[in-house]
């Protein structure tokens, strides 16, 4: 009821997106969210999965569920894709890398992109600060520019 009422009941003005983060997961929440958005014309989803194989075992299903759902699977992104050291720029894949990709070549969705760790990212949305305005030249910067590129493109092409 929760999430109804959060969608219909918040004056929302003219929105160009609402993004809905949600944690990975099949659960009723998923489901009242998908639910209580259906008649506002969804663009679709964009699952997010780090490169380990339990989380990509998570998207994998979440992406079973968008589809049985009737949800557009725009893509899936692969977070926390290497760590790009602040000092020399070097990049070590932490949690291995190209698990996301991989999910996204089985499924036959599009691969949105891999975003690597950043200090600053993580500084900045802690702080409640504009990332894209104070650090545009972070190794994370060129990631979500490129990822929202796709989105935006995505959804010119769906209007």
Known sequence: ALIKQFVTDVAWGDLDFLIVDTPPGTSDEHISTVEALRPYQLLGAVLVTTPQAVSVGDVR????????????????VENMSGFVCPHCSECTNIFSKGGGEELAKHAGV????CVPLDPQLSQSLEEGRDFIQEFP????????THIAQQILDTSQRSS
Do not use: D, N
């Not at 949800?71 to 899936?76: A, C, E, R, V, W």
């Not at 030249?137 to 979500?144: D, G």
């Open 61 to 76: 299903r979440e992406l079973t569920f968008c589809r049985k759902a009737g949800l557009h699977i725009l893509g899936i």
């Open 110 to 113: 599009p691969f949105l992109g």
């Open 137 to 144: 030249k972070s190794s994370a910067f060129p990631a979500l």
